[in-house]
């Protein structure tokens, strides 16, 4: 199949604005993919790439080459050149990469050339990601999206479950099973805006600690261990304590679910950005082991012995979760059978949460199963939400569905010397709304553009929400806002009323002053 009629449907779709239409635009390319290539059309018109993220920067993704005239590149021949582009490593790297991306640009057209910047910087925004992809799917291959869907959260991956679907139909959903070994889309909470509100929203419950760390999803078979991240990367190899520990447990058949961190010697959980750096994959494992020694906490048992539990009460899976795992390795619980007569038990223990140096709760409704791969309503997670006010520095040139706006937000804190100190960058929480205005706004206020970042006078001031501090050398106050995304523009506050970097530092702002 020819990259232009993915580049045009996802096009066409990103235009849609009903989402029957984008259904139906993506049934219409899907039912007329090659079976050998249908799993690729799907990973492209779901944003992804099989081989994942490339590890190449915008502007290798920018540099200017001439389109070409007439469509010939196929998709088959863009997976060849990622391949090619993942494989390159060592001296030269960039320059490798640079003239692989340079080919591949210069056998697309104007229109292929857009859409391949966006799948390459995963910012395929066409508002046709994974949820509409699969209703698409499914209208192809006439089968029930819920059944597709399942089969999709239990196998892990939208692209083979499709190809299997368009090419059998409904028997292959029916054949896809959880299987020890193969990870399966982890179970996400929604939020809300306290403990009281999760409560009132979800009755018997039992109230966790949510950990700052690293989401585990272990499968042990037998003497092999596999450990896989929440995005179902495989890091055995860097946590070979989790992999012993998983050993050392009486059954040799199950999938647990839990969280690795790193504890200081008070007990006290080191920055998240520290275990990040622990399991990167360049890391020296025995040297890292010595310097900063993970433990793994679980919440969740998936499947023991030849039994799947995702369709148990989380009552009834922590049960078998205690029976296996002894308590120090358990993620701390609360079980509140009568919400109206223990919310203040609940409260407080959300505050001894906080006190510990942990994120805050969540809490999960006792009757929920686990619905792999779903930001179910009847688990919701509880944590202090931070606001600043800060100033915008600068901002990047959209791309993919933000082309021709300005969209990436340089943020800053005021100093004491007047001047500002960058805190990070944030496009989340704008609406197309927002998008325009700022657009028109911060063009007024520019004094510099390279084509790419347009460097703005510090007077806008934006509201913004974010969910903690890492630390950061890229930055000159040495932290970086975790999460952070836009609340508001403040036209009524000046710049010399944003929020000081010792503020920051201080964490003396939790809550916006209005």
């Not at 805006?193 to 419950?205: F, H, T």
């Not at 009460?313 to 120090?328: G, K, M, N, S, T």
């Amino acid at each position: 199949m020819l990259l232009a009629e993915v580049a045009r449907v996802s096009r066409e779709v990103a235009q849609a604005s009903a989402r029957s239409r984008k259904v139906a635009l993506l049934a219409e390319v899907f039912d007329a993919a090659p079976p050998e290539e249908a799993a690729l059309v799907v990973a492209y018109l779901s944003g992804r790439l099989p081989q994942g993220r490339p590890g190449i920067g915008w502007r290798t993704l920018a540099q200017d080459v001439t389109p070409a005239r007439e469509p010939t590149l196929t998709v088959a021949g863009v997976d060849a050149s990622v391949t090619e582009l993942a494989a390159v490593a060592g001296s030269g790297a960039q320059a490798g990469r640079s003239r692989i991306v340079a080919a591949l640009l210069g056998a697309a057209t104007e229109d292929e050339q857009r859409f391949l910047r966006s799948l390459l910087s995963g910012e395929v925004r066409q508002g046709a990601l994974d949820a509409v992809a699969l209703e698409g799917v499914a209208a192809a291959a006439g089968v029930s999206a819920a059944a597709l869907r399942r089969a999709v959260m239990l196998d892990g991956s939208l692209p083979r479950v499709a190809a299997a679907a368009l090419a059998e139909g409904a028997e292959a959903l029916g054949a896809v099973t959880l299987r020890v070994g193969r990870p399966v889309q982890p179970m996400l909470a929604g939020t809300a805006r306290s403990v009281a509100d999760a409560l009132a929203a979800l009755g018997p419950c039992v109230v966790e600690e949510k950990l700052d760390g690293i989401r585990v999803q272990v499968h042990r078979d037998g003497g092999e261990v596999r450990i896989h991240t929440r995005s179902l990367d495989e890091i055995t190899d860097r946590l070979p304590e989790v992999a012993e520990l998983a050993r050392s447990l009486p059954v040799e058949r199950f999938i647990l679910d839990g969280e690795v961190i790193g504890e200081r010697a008070d007990g006290r959980p080191v920055p998240f950005q520290e275990i990040a750096s622990r399991v990167g994959s360049r890391v020296d494992v025995a040297a890292a082991r010595r310097t900063l020694p993970v433990t793994a906490y679980f919440f969740d048992l998936l499947a023991l012995g030849d039994r799947v539990l995702l369709d148990l009460p989380v009552r009834e899976r922590y049960a078998e979760l205690a029976a296996l795992v002894p308590e120090p390795h358990r993620v701390r619980r609360l079980v509140v059978e009568d919400p109206g007569a223990q919310a203040a038990e609940a409260e407080a223990f959300w505050a001894r949460s906080l006190e510990r140096g942990h994120e805050g709760v969540v809490v999960k409704a006792l009757d929920s199963v686990y619905e792999a791969g779903r930001r179910g309503k009847r688990w919701l997670k509880a944590k202090p939400v931070h606001t600043l006010d800060l100033v915008v520095l600068a901002v990047e040139r959209g791309h993919g569905r933000r082309t021709g706006l300005l969209s990436n937000l340089h943020l800053g804190a005021r100093a004491a010397d007047g001047t500002f100190v960058m805190l990070g960058k944030t496009f989340k929480g704008l609406t197309d709304e927002t998008l325009r205005w700022q657009t028109e706004k911060l063009g007024e206020l520019a004094v510099e553009d390279d084509g790419y970042t347009v460097r703005v006078r510090p007077e806008l001031v934006v509201e913004i929400a974010y969910d903690g501090l890492q630390r950061s050398p890229r930055y000159p106050a040495g932290v970086a806002l975790r999460f952070a995304r836009v609340l508001r523009y403040r036209p009524d506050k000046s710049a010399e009323e944003a929020d000081a970097v010792e503020t920051v530092l201080e964490g003396r702002k939790g809550t916006s002053e209005g």
